[in-house]
């Protein structure tokens, strides 16, 4: 079946847009994960939603950005007034539930200019 | 809480020599802890996982790692490296009494020479 995956693949904003990041998790998956992956680094948690429920936000970085899962299966990350310091890979990830075994998509790149 | 640290930032082996990439970890509930591996353009794919059942655990493509408490190390090993397994690797651990929000290592790039 179809795996996690995230639109769009790369997308390039001024200082000061905002920006809208989608997630498709594989379809049953109630635990959706994101998390920022800067160049050189691991990823780092954002937030975690159990269907549409969110959790965890505790690894947000600003009150501007924001994170949604309105219907329990597709989640968008926004994120506000960009700065440069936003640009990093931000990466989706689904799993049957918390603690198991998570299936990540392929990351969007984020490049703030 | 939980830690995880990644040894090296890049490991350089020849092409059928054995590899060995180094993870430490620290937590304070029993760890469930997970190798990821990420190609270049692509997402991170699970190697294999350990969550307290056998200590020696094999995952896919020829890797295994063992489990060891009293080291707190979860060391990702293969017999004989290939090309294709140029990649950057993770290790990752999450608590059972926690959260369970993942913690990542910084990864370790393995470089494979012909």
């Known amino acids: 079946g179809a795996g996690v995956s995230q639109s769009p693949r790369y997308k390039v904003a001024k200082r000061g847009q905002d920006v809208a990041l989608r997630c498709d998790p594989i379809?049953?998956?109630?635990?959706l994960f994101w998390y920022q992956q800067a160049l050189g680094q691991g990823p780092e948690f954002l937030t975690y939603?159990?269907?549409?429920?969110?959790?965890?936000k505790s690894g947000l970085p600003s009150d501007r950005f924001f994170a949604e899962r309105p219907e329990g299966s597709v989640s968008t990350l926004k994120i506000q007034r960009t700065q440069q310091e936003d640009s990093a890979v931000y990466l989706c990830?689904?799993?049957?539930?918390?603690?198991?075994?998570?299936?990540f998509g392929p990351g969007t790149r984020l490049t703030v200019t | 809480a939980q830690s995880v640290t990644q040894l090296d930032s890049h490991v350089s082996v020849s092409e059928g020599t054995p590899v060995l990439l180094r993870c430490n970890y620290s937590?304070?509930?029993?760890?469930?802890l997970f190798w990821y591996v990420q190609h270049p353009n692509k997402g991170l794919q699970l190697l294999l996982k350990?969550?307290?059942?056998?200590?020696l655990v094999k995952g896919i493509n020829g890797f295994e790692a063992e489990f060891k408490k009293s080291e707190t190390s979860f060391h990702l090993t293969k017999p004989s490296a290939h090309m294709s397994d140029a990649a950057e690797y993770f290790c990752?651990?999450?608590?059972?009494?926690?959260?369970?929000?993942?913690?990542f290592g910084r990864g370790t790039s393995l470089i494979v020479h012909p």
């Open positions: 990830a689904s799993s049957q539930g918390i603690g198991n075994e998570q299936y």
């Open positions: 379809s049953g998956h109630v635990s």
């Open positions: 939603f159990q269907n549409e429920a969110q959790l965890d």
């Open positions: 937590s304070s509930y029993s760890p469930s």
């Open positions: 350990y969550t307290s059942a056998a200590t």
């Open positions: 990752v651990v999450t608590t059972s009494g926690g959260s369970y929000i993942p913690t």
